[in-house]
């Protein structure tokens, strides 16, 4: 074979990120074993950051050959070296991965097949050579070819792409330099910048791991787009050997929820096809009739069993494994703080599919949880025996609050240790009700200047033996207290210590003593700007401080009376992903107007607002659901609204299993309209009727 070769232009080479210098590896040769690996395993950690930037060229990319797919094309790599090695790696694999039709994925290598092992580097300069593959192989409109080349200059490559260009194939450029002969030619250029190498213009390194990622992210997603997973499953796959086989029959047994020997017999049965045996296994189906209804869905497994699972719920003279789920006709669902589109399904007490085709309305969320309630229905958490904290959590369950801190407010320490001792026995007796996360310790330590409903002859001045006593009473997850107070900070590192978190409240604070609260240990603000001084131009305080500091958890209190609406966006603009909401409920909460107690004090409610006899707000008569609702009206977010009452207080105590979903997990949810209002509460798979 003759090649046309072209003089190379080292002033062009030069000017190739990939083809440069670095002076400071001048020593390179000289490193021991250990300082090299070290280095190199360093150096790869570019290529991520190279890749984030090409995020959008690569969807783009990924979106052109899943349209090309669909219309019954191809996809072409073509490369020279190691780029087009990598190519040939990437088709080969996506038969046995997704089940391919042969030929539908194809890698073309400069110097042809052999070149796969025994290098024929001058090849790369075979312009005719790359044009003449693509004739050879009739690349027409519906092809995708996609050419990878290191230094986006290769003539083999750039003929090939001209080539299919003409021919009116979608054209795809993978370069690890910007500005490329190739990235100006293809259609959608994908150009990730690693920069020099270790070894000056060896792109073996970090250029062939970019290029190998590029190309497994688009078989990969195009794969998942084009229906041949389920799920992260690979339902496409071909079981050619044991290992395979025994991959298949888990995934069969995992979608279908059925035993692996069942699994197993569905696969026999159906000829090892994956799709087919899980329709079987779902639908009751005979193997014929199961790779009909997959036609019908032009392959895809997640509508034919949606389809299959409807028919069984409507038909119950014909059983379904499915039958059993129950769907709940939302739109989305809360995830690890986002939300997931599609329906969700439970069977029994468990959560057993999330994103559903076919959804409705609505939101599925979990459970939410308040991290300060001083009581509720009726029930004082001061004064409360074991019995009421038990109707309370019924209450509260009833609202849709699953979990929560009961907060104990400045009083007499043998009260508090005897409020303490009926949480405790009330979390080891519960068998239904909001879970007892904790208990949270709402002073003594407070600003007598910012008590707030807090009686002022209880506070005291920080006291670690005082501490001692108050930890030792119960469980205690937190702690408020002011932290310009003498002593104060030693407080906070002992809680730190022991894992309790601490909060910044009640406090006369400014922003300098706020700042060396958190320093020390300190992880949240109780009620935002509640019980602290006002933020102002020149004095921001604990409001201005923790709102200005990343990492503290913002709470506030979101009943329409203790902050106005135009705080709390500023809160939620000011600290996104740091805010939660939390009640400050009291006993009137949920029981209207009237005279209680919190603790000691006696607290009139009218008009929804709770105040001492002085006029002080005296915690709230709010419930969180209203709070979360509140936030919809505000305009917030709905997932971070939702992270606010669930997720993120969840976490500040220290619980992430709470506020969370999961496929596998407990069916413990809430069902939210669009407005971010409860319709239904689910306990363990039960609807609940409303308090």
């Given at each position: 074979?003759?090649?046309?070769?072209?003089?190379?232009?080292?002033?062009?080479?030069?000017?190739?990120?990939?083809?440069?210098?670095?002076?400071?590896?001048?020593?390179?040769?000289?490193?021991?074993?250990?300082?090299?690996?070290?280095?190199?395993?360093?150096?790869?950690?570019?290529?991520?950051?190279?890749?984030?930037?090409?995020?959008?060229?690569?969807?783009?990319?990924?979106?052109?050959?899943?349209?090309?797919?669909?219309?019954?094309?191809?996809?072409?790599?073509?490369?020279?070296?190691?780029?087009?090695?990598?190519?040939?790696?990437?088709?080969?694999?996506?038969?046995?991965?997704?089940?391919?039709?042969?030929?539908?994925?194809?890698?073309?290598?400069?110097?042809?097949?052999?070149?796969?092992?025994?290098?024929?580097?001058?090849?790369?300069?075979?312009?005719?050579?790359?044009?003449?593959?693509?004739?050879?192989?009739?690349?027409?409109?519906?092809?995708?070819?996609?050419?990878?080349?290191?230094?986006?200059?290769?003539?083999?490559?750039?003929?090939?792409?001209?080539?299919?260009?003409?021919?009116?194939?979608?054209?795809?450029?993978?370069?690890?330099?910007?500005?490329?002969?190739?990235?100006?030619?293809?259609?959608?250029?994908?150009?990730?910048?690693?920069?020099?190498?270790?070894?000056?213009?060896?792109?073996?390194?970090?250029?062939?791991?970019?290029?190998?990622?590029?190309?497994?992210?688009?078989?990969?997603?195009?794969?998942?787009?084009?229906?041949?997973?389920?799920?992260?499953?690979?339902?496409?796959?071909?079981?050619?050997?044991?290992?395979?086989?025994?991959?298949?029959?888990?995934?069969?047994?995992?979608?279908?929820?059925?035993?692996?020997?069942?699994?197993?017999?569905?696969?026999?049965?159906?000829?090892?096809?994956?799709?087919?045996?899980?329709?079987?296994?779902?639908?009751?189906?005979?193997?014929?009739?199961?790779?009909?209804?997959?036609?019908?869905?032009?392959?895809?497994?997640?509508?034919?069993?949606?389809?299959?699972?409807?028919?069984?719920?409507?038909?119950?003279?014909?059983?379904?494994?499915?039958?059993?789920?129950?769907?709940?006709?939302?739109?989305?669902?809360?995830?690890?703080?986002?939300?997931?589109?599609?329906?969700?399904?439970?069977?029994?007490?468990?959560?057993?599919?999330?994103?559903?085709?076919?959804?409705?309305?609505?939101?599925?969320?979990?459970?939410?949880?308040?991290?300060?309630?001083?009581?509720?229905?009726?029930?004082?958490?001061?004064?409360?025996?074991?019995?009421?904290?038990?109707?309370?959590?019924?209450?509260?369950?009833?609202?849709?609050?699953?979990?929560?801190?009961?907060?104990?407010?400045?009083?007499?320490?043998?009260?508090?240790?005897?409020?303490?001792?009926?949480?405790?026995?009330?979390?080891?007796?519960?068998?239904?009700?909001?879970?007892?996360?904790?208990?949270?310790?709402?002073?003594?330590?407070?600003?007598?200047?910012?008590?707030?409903?807090?009686?002022?002859?209880?506070?005291?001045?920080?006291?670690?033996?005082?501490?001692?006593?108050?930890?030792?009473?119960?469980?205690?997850?937190?702690?408020?207290?002011?932290?310009?107070?003498?002593?104060?900070?030693?407080?906070?590192?002992?809680?730190?210590?022991?894992?309790?978190?601490?909060?910044?409240?009640?406090?006369?604070?400014?922003?300098?003593?706020?700042?060396?609260?958190?320093?020390?240990?300190?992880?949240?603000?109780?009620?935002?700007?509640?019980?602290?001084?006002?933020?102002?131009?020149?004095?921001?305080?604990?409001?201005?401080?923790?709102?200005?500091?990343?990492?503290?958890?913002?709470?506030?209190?979101?009943?329409?009376?203790?902050?106005?609406?135009?705080?709390?966006?500023?809160?939620?603009?000011?600290?996104?992903?740091?805010?939660?909401?939390?009640?400050?409920?009291?006993?009137?909460?949920?029981?209207?107007?009237?005279?209680v107690r919190l603790g000691e004090v006696s607290v009139v409610v009218e008009g929804g607002v709770a105040r001492r006899a002085d006029g002080t707000l005296a915690g709230s008569v709010g419930k969180l659901r209203d709070g979360l609702s509140r936030l919809g009206r505000l305009a917030v977010p709905a997932a971070e609204a939702i992270g606010a009452v669930t997720r993120l207080p969840a976490r500040l105590v220290g619980n992430a299993r709470f506020g969370e979903l999961s496929v596998g997990g407990p069916a413990d949810l809430l069902v939210l309209d669009d407005d971010l209002e409860i319709v239904r509460v689910i306990a363990g798979g039960r609807d609940l009727e409303p308090a």
């Amino acid at each position: 074979m003759a090649l046309v070769r072209r003089p190379v232009d080292s002033a062009e080479l030069e000017r190739l990120g990939t083809e440069q210098i670095r002076p400071e590896l001048a020593d390179l040769d000289q490193l021991s074993v250990e300082e090299l690996v070290s280095l190199m395993c360093s150096d790869v950690r570019r290529v991520p950051d190279a890749l984030d930037a090409a995020e959008d060229a690569i969807a783009s990319a990924v979106t052109g050959v899943v349209e090309r797919l669909e219309r019954g094309g191809r996809l072409v790599y073509v490369g020279a070296g190691t780029a087009g090695r990598l190519g040939m790696l990437d088709a080969a694999e996506a038969g046995p991965t997704f089940n391919v039709r042969e030929g539908q994925v194809i890698g073309v290598l400069a110097g042809g097949t052999d070149a796969f092992s025994v290098p024929v580097e001058n090849a790369e300069d075979d312009r005719a050579g790359g044009a003449e593959a693509m004739r050879a192989l009739h690349i027409s409109e519906p092809d995708v070819v996609v050419g990878i080349s290191a230094s986006g200059r290769t003539p083999y490559v750039i003929a090939a792409i001209e080539a299919a260009k003409a021919a009116g194939a979608l054209s795809v450029g993978v370069a690890c330099n910007v500005g490329t002969p190739l990235g100006d030619l293809a259609d959608l250029p994908i150009e990730v910048a690693v920069g020099p190498e270790v070894i000056a213009g060896s792109t073996r390194m970090n250029a062939g791991t970019a290029q190998k990622i590029v190309l497994n992210i688009l078989s990969t997603a195009a794969m998942v787009r084009l229906g041949k997973t389920h799920g992260n499953l690979m339902v496409d796959l071909r079981p050619t050997n044991e290992k395979l086989r025994d991959r298949a029959t888990r995934i069969v047994a995992e979608i279908a929820e059925t035993t692996t020997a069942e699994a197993q017999e569905a696969l026999e049965a159906s000829g090892w096809k994956p799709k087919v045996a899980a329709a079987m296994l779902v639908g009751d189906l005979g193997a014929d009739d199961a790779t009909e209804r997959l036609a019908r869905h032009e392959g895809r497994l997640r509508p034919t069993l949606d389809s299959l699972v409807s028919e069984a719920s409507e038909a119950t003279a014909r059983p379904s494994r499915a039958v059993g789920w129950t769907r709940l006709g939302v739109g989305a669902a809360f995830v690890e703080g986002s939300l997931v589109p599609g329906d969700v399904a439970m069977r029994g007490g468990e959560i057993v599919a999330i994103g559903l085709s076919r959804p409705g309305t609505g939101f599925v969320v979990p459970g939410l949880v308040d991290a300060q309630v001083n009581g509720y229905a009726g029930v004082d958490v001061l004064d409360a025996d074991p019995d009421a904290l038990l109707a309370m959590g019924d209450a509260l369950l009833r609202d849709g609050v699953m979990a929560y801190q009961p907060t104990l407010i400045t009083s007499e320490l043998g009260q508090v240790q005897r409020a303490a001792r009926a949480i405790g026995e009330s979390k080891a007796r519960r068998l239904g009700g909001a879970v007892i996360l904790g208990i949270h310790l709402e002073g003594p330590f407070l600003a007598p200047r910012r008590s707030g409903a807090h009686p002022t002859e209880r506070l005291r001045a920080p006291d670690p033996a005082l501490l001692e006593q108050l930890l030792a009473a119960g469980e205690v997850t937190m702690v408020t207290l002011a932290p310009e107070l003498p002593g104060a900070l030693e407080l906070i590192d002992i809680c730190h210590k022991r894992g309790i978190v601490v909060s910044l409240g009640h406090s006369a604070a400014t922003a300098s003593e706020a700042a060396r609260g958190f320093d020390v240990g300190a992880t949240a603000v109780t009620h935002m700007f509640n019980a602290m001084e006002p933020m102002l131009a020149r004095a921001p305080g604990l409001a201005g401080e923790a709102l200005a500091r990343k990492g503290v958890a913002v709470q506030i209190i979101a009943d329409g009376v203790h902050v106005s609406e135009e705080m709390i966006r500023l809160a939620f603009a000011a600290a996104p992903g740091r805010c939660s909401l939390v009640t400050d409920a009291i006993a009137a909460a949920g029981t209207g107007d009237g005279t209680v107690r919190l603790g000691e004090v006696s607290v009139v409610v009218e008009g929804g607002v709770a105040r001492r006899a002085d006029g002080t707000l005296a915690g709230s008569v709010g419930k969180l659901r209203d709070g979360l609702s509140r936030l919809g009206r505000l305009a917030v977010p709905a997932a971070e609204a939702i992270g606010a009452v669930t997720r993120l207080p969840a976490r500040l105590v220290g619980n992430a299993r709470f506020g969370e979903l999961s496929v596998g997990g407990p069916a413990d949810l809430l069902v939210l309209d669009d407005d971010l209002e409860i319709v239904r509460v689910i306990a363990g798979g039960r609807d609940l009727e409303p308090a």
